[in-house]
């Protein structure tokens, strides 16, 4: 889902600067450590459904290659990427470990350009389909479980779980939505694009990723993306309670 083509190291570097910054910023607030808990549990979902999302497209098109690496798998010790997983998990975007994939063996029905759409965009959805999921547990919960449980200490950590869990999917799959290298929506656009611009668009690959990490650093991505955001959860949202009658 995300692979870097040029020197790994110096954003690896600038990662890490920005990581310890933020753990500064968590040892002395107690609060939002206790809300970065509250996260992980859907860090691990978002980014282990997302990688065997990938992988399970990938296959059912005819590459076997994620399934003989060990990706078609829940388990998240096979997907996740240490620097894109404590990213995810403190500034609220990531990655989880590249799938591999051979567009070489994909079903001659559709062109290889199409089946690494259908590939790409399998894991941005497979995000949103938990988001909603989680979204009508936490509606059922809230309508049907009582005054009690919502009040109690268990209630309100399985309401906070939920909640961070749908919002982390929400976030996993709009950011990986963006058109630019390295990102799942740079190939999903590509059978959109007239031939020139395909050209041009591979050839420059290593300007778009150059981009991409100036507005990832600097939060335009963040900025652009939240809009996308609130409005996919407001969807989710109203879809949940009018289903519940909430």
């Not at 350009?113 to 919960?141: D, H, Q, R, W």
């Not at 809230?142 to 749908?166: P, Q, R």
């Not at 059978?191 to 100036?214: D, G, H, R, S, T």
């Amino acid at each position: 889902m995300f692979n870097f083509s040029f020197d790994k190291r110096t954003l690896y570097i600038i990662i890490a600067i920005m990581i310890i910054a933020i753990i500064a910023q968590y040892a002395t607030d107690t609060g939002a450590l206790f809300n970065l808990l509250i996260t992980i549990p859907g860090v691990l979902v978002a980014i282990t459904f997302h990688e065997f999302a990938h992988g399970f497209a990938a296959y059912k098109l005819g590459d076997n290659t994620a399934k003989n690496e060990g990706r078609l798998s829940l388990n998240p010790l096979a997907h996740l990427d240490p620097i894109g997983s404590l990213l995810l998990l403190f500034a609220g975007f990531g990655w989880g470990k590249p799938v591999h994939v051979d567009p070489r063996n994909y079903t001659r029905k559709i062109s290889m350009e199409k089946g690494e759409a259908i590939v790409s965009v399998a894991g941005p959805l497979m995000n949103i389909i938990l988001a909603i999921i989680f979204t009508l547990i936490y509606c059922a919960i809230y309508k049907f479980s009582g005054i009690e449980f919502m009040t109690s200490t268990v209630g309100t950590i399985v309401m906070l779980l939920i909640s961070a869990t749908i919002s982390i999917n929400i976030g996993l799959g709009v950011f990986n939505l963006i058109p630019l290298p390295p990102l799942d929506g740079s190939k999903i656009i590509m059978p959109f694009l007239p031939y020139k611009a395909k050209q041009w668009f591979v050839n420059n690959q290593n300007i778009f990723y150059i981009i991409f990490v100036v507005i990832w650093i600097t939060g335009i991505a963040g900025t652009i993306i939240s809009p996308v955001i609130q409005l996919i959860s407001t969807g989710i949202i109203n879809l949940g309670t009018a289903i519940f009658g909430i």
